[in-house]
Structure formats: structure tokens, C-alpha cells
T-cell receptor, first 115, second 112 residues
Framework: GAVVSQHPSWVICKSGTSVKIECRSL??????MFWYRQFPKQSLMLMAT?????????EQGVEKDKFLINHASLTLSTLTVTSAHPEDSSFYIC???????????FGPGTRLTVT | GQQVMQIPQYQHVQEGEDFTTYCNSS?????IQWYKQRPGGHPVFLIQ?????EVKKQKRLTFQFGEAKKNSSLHITATQTTDVGTYFC????????????FGPGTSLSVIP
């Protein structure tokens, strides 16, 4: 149980284009989802927290107009990287949490490369 | 703000040796979680500790939560090559509402 999927697993895009990443909880309802960014051999950097039906809460330094997060249902959250630049290239991972519990279940991640 | 630190950053052990990673928070925690991330993979939840002084075991892994609820440790007995990966602790502060703060992780290499 508690499986989270992410799509796509990798994407290459040109500078200036937008990319949408989907995060789905497959066998549970995720009241809260998190979006992280991870650089090679580094820890997880929390970008934003999203609760179903409400606006995402962004961490300090994360541009909300650049990283659009939508948590439209209890099983789906999306992250759109708008006007991507090479410095946005990274590993993006989502996680989901079940209501009333604190552990997080992570998706497999999306490797974004902006050329 | 709340900070979570982990030591060591890297650890190389011979297969069969024991391994310990330590996690320290700048503030008192409500609970602490441990995750493992294999190379090229994503973090996988291992365990959550809630009570002061709590000790939990999972086969060769022993997790402890400090009495003051500001530190924790993960000890692996007789490491195996399957233990390779990065171990992250993540602390939920008493005033941090929804989010946990991840430590920088300890990367474990096991030499066969």
C-alpha cells in the first residue's frame, strides 16, 4: 500500500518552455502533498506544501509564479515549471501524506533537464 | 528556524561491520522519521518515533529517540551490501504544523 506515482520520470525541454509534472497517490487519499527538489548527493529541499482544495504554501526563496502547484483532488497534485531555464534542471520529487499521519510516501521522482 | 543535522555525512564500512548515524535537532521535536534512499532511487519511509526515549527495532536496524526529543540515532548491526544508500532523518517540530525538516543525510557505502 501507500504507492505514489510520478509522471514523467524524466523530461528534456528547451529553455523558455513549461513542463508539468504529475504526482498521484494510487491507493490512498493524500490530504497533503509535498514537492521537493534534490541536487546530486544532497538532501531534499522542500519547495512547497499543498493541501487538497487550497493554495500551496511555498517555502522561502521559491518563486510561486515560476513553480505552479495545483492540488485538484485527493489523489493528484501537479507541479508546473514555467519558462524553464537550465538552472531549473534538477530531480523533482513529490510525496504524499495520509490524513492524520505524519510519514511521507515518495514518488519515484522526475529528472528535469533544460537545454 | 528549526534545523536538523546529521553526522557523519559519509561512512564507508566493511561488510559485517556495524554502522550508526546520528541526528540532532535545534528544537524539541514532536516526532522523528527515518527514510532510506538507495542510489538512483527515492526516499522510502522506514520508521517513526514519537515517545521520549523510544527504541524500535527492524531486524538489524535499531532506532532511538532521545530523552529530550532533540536527537535520534539509527544503528545497523552487521551491515550488508543491501544497506547501501543514504539515510535521512526528518523531524516534525512542535510548531512546524504540517512539514517535517529533513536532515542532510548520511551516505553509507558497504565494501563487500
Amino acid at each position: 500500500g501507500a504507492v505514489v506515482s510520478q509522471h514523467p520520470s524524466w523530461v528534456i525541454c528547451k529553455s523558455g518552455t513549461s513542463v508539468k509534472i504529475e504526482c498521484r497517490s494510487l491507493d490512498f487519499q493524500a490530504t497533503t502533498m509535498f514537492w521537493y527538489r534534490q541536487f546530486p548527493k544532497q538532501s531534499l529541499m522542500l519547495m512547497a506544501t499543498s493541501n487538497e482544495g487550497s493554495k500551496a504554501t511555498y517555502e522561502q526563496g521559491v518563486e510561486k509564479d515560476k513553480f505552479l502547484i495545483n492540488h485538484a483532488s485527493l489523489t493528484l497534485s501537479t507541479l508546473t515549471v514555467t519558462s524553464a531555464h537550465p538552472e531549473d534542471s534538477s530531480f523533482y520529487i513529490c510525496s504524499a501524506r495520509i490524513r492524520g499521519r505524519y510519514e511521507q510516501y515518495f514518488g519515484p521522482g522526475t529528472r528535469l533537464t533544460v537545454t | 528556524g528549526q534545523q536538523v543535522m546529521q553526522i557523519p555525512q559519509y561512512q564507508h564500512v566493511q561488510e559485517g561491520e556495524d554502522f550508526t548515524t546520528y541526528c540532532n535537532s535545534s528544537t524539541t521535536l514532536s516526532n522523528i522519521q527515518w527514510y532510506k534512499q538507495r542510489p538512483g532511487g527515492h526516499p522510502v519511509f522506514l520508521i517513526q518515533l514519537v515517545k521520549s526515549g523510544e527504541v524500535k527495532k527492524q531486524k538489524r536496524l535499531t532506532f532511538q529517540f532521545g530523552e529530550a526529543k532533540k536527537n535520534s540515532s539509527l544503528h545497523i548491526t552487521a551491515t550488508q551490501t543491501t544497506d547501501v544508500g543514504t539515510y535521512f532523518c526528518a523531524g516534525l517540530g512542535k510548531t512546524s504544523y504540517d512539514k517535517v525538516i529533513f536532515g542532510p543525510g548520511t551516505s553509507l557505502s558497504v565494501i563487500p
